[in-house]
């Protein structure tokens, strides 16, 4: 088989041109790998959510905390174990009373404080399965025949649910928040104002 004079110059091209981008592949995947080994991979959403699962696994579970709403109310508000026969003197009664409220206090701005952490819990979950529907569905309707893909937009409908029922535990969250901080009553801060 013989060239001819006009073959030979787009033969010339189509060889540099491959050279060219071997060269500019070989460059690119050095560059990735010293960026790589430069600084840590970031993390997907689906790993990001993966380790936060584990490390909420790992932590220990809170204790109850006690606030009005779940002491029982029999008699005088006090639950006793053991006998109920009468107190045995009058002053131990009245040193008893005041620091009731203080630690009433205490275990409100404890359960606060719990329904504050327990909301940026849920409002990071909720961002990472945000972000995860969003890549998810951008995948799902970059193909060019996603409405044959059954298995995909199952994933999706499962991923849409996931994310509403999120939506709905950080408002109840929230409003627990509310309801804890209308019994606290207003703060040093909104006293100020």
Known sequence: MRMTRLEWPLLLLTIAATASSAAARSHSQQAAQQ??????????????????REQKKSQPKPAHVWDNDNIPKEG?????????????SA?????????TPVENDG??????????????????????AQRKFTLDSDMYYGKTNYQ????????LDTER?????????LQEARDI???LQGKAGPSSDQKKQ
């Open 177 to 179: 928040l509310a309801s």
């Open 148 to 155: 044959d893909d059954k298995a995909g937009k199952a994933a």
């Open 35 to 52: 960026t790589s080994n430069a600084a840590p991979q970031t993390e997907s959403p689906a790993d990001a959510a993966r380790h936060s």
């Open 107 to 128: 275990q409100l701005s404890a359960a606060i404080q719990q329904a504050k952490d327990k909301i940026a819990d849920l409002e990071q979950n909720l961002d990472i």
């Open 161 to 169: 649910a996931e994310v509403t029922n999120k939506k709905r535990e």
């Open 76 to 88: 005088n508000g006090v639950s006793v174990v053991g006998s109920t026969g009468a107190p045995a």
């Open 91 to 99: 002053p131990a009664e009245s040193a008893m009373a005041p620091a």
